[in-house]
Structure formats: structure tokens, C-alpha cells
């Protein structure tokens, strides 16, 4: 699977801001998708991910109740809402996709900047 993330950008403090990541190839039920982040100086760090099908919705305790992971299987997109954002979300954020059964994060699309100024 081919991954493309868009949607980053500058922000102020509050402020929200929708990621997306387009999927081309095998995309299947047994499809996870995930949202990294990292921050300057700081390892990459799973926040959010879900089943292709739009199930098991998952989220790092930093990001809880902020920001919300979906899928569009008609668009092929899976998206990140950013709500409430802090300047402590400044990162680079990737998404990502796994196989079932298959080994950990395999496919990785390019990083898109998100910076969020108080």
C-alpha cells in the first residue's frame, strides 16, 4: 500500500486542523492505519490508529479527546481531526499501515509539519 499524508500546517493554540492520508494498493479489512507524530528532539511516537473498516479506534493518552482518527473507504482516506491544539502537538506527523499478522508499521507516507504557536 502507497500512502500520501497532507492537511499540515501552521496554527494557533486552540485551533484545529484535519490531516489526511490517501491509500492506494491493498486496502482490506485486515488493514490497520496509523498516525505518528515527532517532535523536535523527540522519537516518533504512535498516536491514534484504526482498522481500515473504520473499528478499534485507538489513541495515545496525550491526544485523547482531542483528536478523533476515521476512515473514508470510498475516498480510500483515512483522516486525523486535530481539536484543542497545543503547542506541545508541534511535530512532524506521518501516517502509517500494517497488515494483520504481518509485522509491525511496513508502509509509511511522507511527513507533513503541523505547528501549533501560542
Known amino acids: 500500500v502507497q500512502l500520501q499524508a497532507s492537511g499540515g500546517g501552521s496554527v494557533q493554540a486552540g485551533g484545529s486542523l484535519r490531516l489526511s492520508c490517501a491509500a492506494a494498493?491493498?486496502?482490506?479489512?485486515?488493514?490497520?492505519m496509523g498516525w505518528f507524530r515527532q517532535a523536535p528532539g523527540k522519537e516518533r511516537e504512535l498516536i491514534a490508529s484504526i482498522n481500515w473498516s473504520g473499528g478499534s479506534a485507538s489513541y495515545d493518552d496525550s491526544v485523547k479527546a482531542r483528536f478523533t482518527i476515521s476512515s473514508d473507504n470510498a475516498k480510500n482516506t483515512v483522516y486525523l481531526q486535530m481539536n484543542s491544539l497545543k503547542s506541545d502537538d508541534t511535530a512532524v506527523y506521518y501516517c502509517a499501515a500494517r497488515y494483520a499478522g504481518l509485522g509491525g508499521w511496513r508502509y509509511w507516507g511522507q511527513g507533513t509539519l503541523v505547528t501549533v504557536s501560542s
Open positions: 494498493g491493498r486496502t482490506s479489512g485486515d488493514l490497520f
